[in-house]
């Protein structure tokens, strides 16, 4: 007599490992036997994540250059308005090679202009990150 639905080998793994205590692979994909919220949470781990590295890289970056607490100032002091503007490049750069090519050609010529100009542009540079510093101390 025929089974109306065979038994597959994954079924019988399954089987074999409800007898034996273990989970299942299957079972081990996430904390929430909902995968919407397994989703959720991985979602919400990786951008804590990079947000931390991406602070402890800018505190580092301007650490070499400044005491810690102008450092911090001058990150605090940022408009928002620069934040989400970093944020649409990078979305550009990595939504397509195209983009990250545009992106890193226009990264790359800022860098050759202001070494080019690189007396006026680090005065210019100093003013903003001052300005900065004086809008996080404010805030």
């Known amino acids: 007599m025929e089974e109306a639905f065979p038994v597959t080998s994954a079924a ?9 205590g273990k989970p299942s692979a299957r ?14 949470i991985a979602d919400i781990a990786l951008r804590s994540a990079s947000m931390l590295a991406r602070q402890g890289i800018e505190r580092a970056l301007l650490g ?15 408009p928002i308005s620069e934040v989400m503007l970093h944020r649409a490049i990078a979305k550009v750069a990595m939504s397509s ?34 300005e900065k510093a004086e809008d996080g101390r404010d805030g």
Do not use: F
Request: proline fraction near 7%; charge should be positive; aromatic fraction near 4%.
């Open 12 to 20: 019988r793994k399954t089987s074999r490992t409800k007898r034996s």
């Open 97 to 130: 090679v195209p983009g990250a090519l545009a992106m890193t050609g226009i990264m790359v010529a800022k860098t050759l202009y202001d070494r080019g100009k690189a007396h006026k542009a680090t005065a210019e540079g100093e003013a903003d990150l001052a």
């Open 64 to 78: 070499q250059r400044y005491a810690p607490r102008k450092a911090w100032q001058i990150l605090k002091g940022r």
């Open 27 to 40: 079972e081990l994909l996430g904390p929430s036997p909902n995968p919407a919220t397994n989703l959720a």
